[in-house]
């Protein structure tokens, strides 16, 4: 047994998370549009697709409604798509059980850290909204009408919510059995680390310094040859908790942890984000409320 399966409340964490994991927040049909990769830039097929989607505990799972294979139940799924089927029916489970028999890799999207927000009407479309899982990305989705877009955006707020819960569940569990003396020592305000900010997908070396004054939470570069440049400063820090490493025996080893708060941060580190209609480039914000995470 490893040290960390000898703690008992950081061994019940575990339970918790695998419950999270297979948990069902919300199921149905969505329409989906791929606008903007991790990087900012545009994906290159844009159109709008037809999804099978299931959310269950942080993640996304889509079963396409265009795979060919899927042809002899092209009616069964036009039925669910319009709506004439209703949600949980006898009829409904049974195409679902179709699909998924037949779409054996269906595609997936982590929401841990994403955020989502209401659109409404785009375009010719109603009940749009949109999703940022990674770095610069977007995608367009769209429910079958308002409401069930206002149940969506709920789930996947819910779900991040619950999956932060659970980290700082475990967070207090380990501080609790392995470092009781933690919060109360004398501890070092300067700390290299390496840091991704939300809305990229690089890792950058940085000295993190706290402070108890307006800016609670500094970033600057580590290069020690020249005066030190502020790259992020968080003002107003509303979380901060280690990252579960999805294995009791990796907990020993895990070095991952998350603060969230309103940071400013230097926009050479912020992806450029190009114009999805080619129009030109958009600068990306300064100001946001940004999840940082410290290696």
Known sequence: MSSA???ASV???TACFDTFRQKLYIRGVLGKKNDRAADGQPYSMRKWTRWYV???GPVLVFWNLLDTQLSAYLEDITAIVDGRVRLGSPEFERTVGHIKNIVLKPNFINITDAACSIVGKLKKRDSVWTLHSSGANRFFMQAVDDRAMNEWV???RLACFEAAKLYEYYTAAVLAERYPATLLA???TKYHVQVRFAGTNDWVPCLMELASGPTQISFCSEDATSPRVLLA???TARAAYCIYPDSLDLVDTAVIAKLEGDCEIDPSLLPRLEDADG????PAVTSRTHGAYAL
């Open 279 to 282: 129009d030109g480039e958009t």
């Open 233 to 235: 400063a968080i003002k």
């Open 5 to 7: 399966a000898a703690l």
């Open 154 to 156: 709920r789930a996947l």
């Open 186 to 188: 004398q501890r070092p």
């Open 11 to 13: 061994a019940g964490t």
């Open 54 to 56: 299931e959310l269950r």
